[in-house]
């Protein structure tokens, strides 16, 4: 392999923040992409995909160890839990593990990055100290995002490969069967709410409703996650990364309507969890009626994470002004990235 070329290990491949990661490499020419998933996933140009448990670190290093040319790792791997201290085990475990099976033979590896989230804040305990820094002292345990990186910080020590750690916000783009992808939540929402004749009304808390809250759009992120791995200034650093923008809900629910020609009413706390269970008739018949890929509904009913997303009746919001002086100066329109997505899924034939 030339030297002007680089090899991606992408953990977490098949999420949105790992395919939006896949695309953005793709059009950069000049890395060899491999993308790993717990799933097989769909060949792809130009990547290969290991179905890898990194959980087992016998699979692990039977399916990795033979990677010596990789010279970047970008970990995006995720695995839920239902509460936030049995997170930890298995999401440190699979980082450890993917670690282990590539360090020994990938001589040439310059950089590791780590995909964190607000959760370093404590975002989603309650209100937190806004807007949140970098160099904000961590909060009491248990957080995964945080023994991730002091993992990452303690393995590097001596060894000539670097560090990063991307701190977005909500994460918005296109990938289906993702526990956290509330772009894709909205508009079946919002489709379904044409569908059945009734207003779009916001389903979240009604301090959720007035509260400051920012998005990181997922292509944004690529770029980001690219450059804090490729700029020597960002070695050993983390970042928040979000869009720029702050919003209300108030303000934006009602645009988010117009994307699908839906009025809007007062807004009515309502757990999306439990008032979507009973949709998936709805939905397969909204699937062959308009012609849309045919797509299970427990690929796009992930309800529990717009939940959490609406409970928020506090300001989420992140000081995003290290990037910029460390050399990152994009920036995304939030409601922009909104109406890009709604068009990019209906072109997929995902909703109507």
Not at 12 to 19: E, P
Not at 104 to 112: E, F, K, N
Not at 171 to 196: D, H, Q, R, T
Not at 239 to 264: C, H, K, Q, Y
């Amino acid at each position: 392999m030339p030297d002007s070329r680089k090899l991606a290990l992408i953990a977490g491949a098949q999420g949105v923040i790992g395919r939006n990661l896949i695309a953005h490499l793709r059009s950069l020419g000049d890395w060899d992409i491999v993308g790993l998933s717990r799933r097989p996933a769909q060949p792809e140009e130009g990547v290969q995909h290991i179905a890898v448990d990194l959980l087992d670190i016998d699979d692990a290093r039977a399916k990795l160890s033979g990677l010596r040319g990789a010279t970047h790792v970008f970990y995006a791997a995720y695995q839920d839990k239902p509460t936030w201290a049995e997170l930890v085990a298995p999401n440190v475990a699979m980082l450890r593990n993917l670690l282990d099976a590539i360090e020994p033979t990938a001589t040439g590896l310059r950089h590791v990055s780590l995909m964190q989230g607000y959760k370093v804040y404590g975002a989603h305990l309650g209100p937190f100290k806004t807007p949140a820094r970098e160099t904000d002292p961590p909060h009491m345990p248990p957080e995964f995002n945080v023994d991730q990186q002091a993992l990452l910080e303690s393995r590097q020590q001596g060894k000539a490969w670097s560090w990063s750690a991307l701190r977005p916000s909500v994460v918005c783009g296109f990938a289906l069967g993702n526990p956290m992808n509330l772009a894709i939540s909205i508009a079946v929402y919002g489709a379904m709410c044409k569908e059945l004749g009734v207003p779009m009304r916001f389903p979240g808390k009604p301090g959720a409703y007035g509260s400051l809250i920012e998005m990181t759009d997922a292509g944004l992120l690529a770029r980001a996650t690219v450059w804090a791995a490729t700029d020597e200034r960002a070695a050993n650093q983390a970042f928040n990364i979000n869009n720029g923008d702050l919003f209300r809900w108030s303000e934006m629910w009602p645009r988010l309507a117009t994307l699908f020609g839906v009025e809007t009413a007062p807004p009515l706390p309502m757990s999306l969890d439990v008032v979507m269970a009973d949709k998936e008739p709805l939905w397969n018949a909204m699937v062959e009626r308009h012609g849309l890929m045919p797509t299970p509904y427990s690929d796009v009913s992930a309800w529990r994470f717009p939940d959490f997303v609406f409970g928020w009746d506090y300001d989420v919001i992140a000081d995003g002004s290290k990037a910029r002086r460390f050399g990152f100066h994009e920036f995304v329109e939030t409601e922009e990235m909104f109406a890009r997505l709604v068009r990019e899924f209906r072109e997929k034939r995902l909703i109507p």
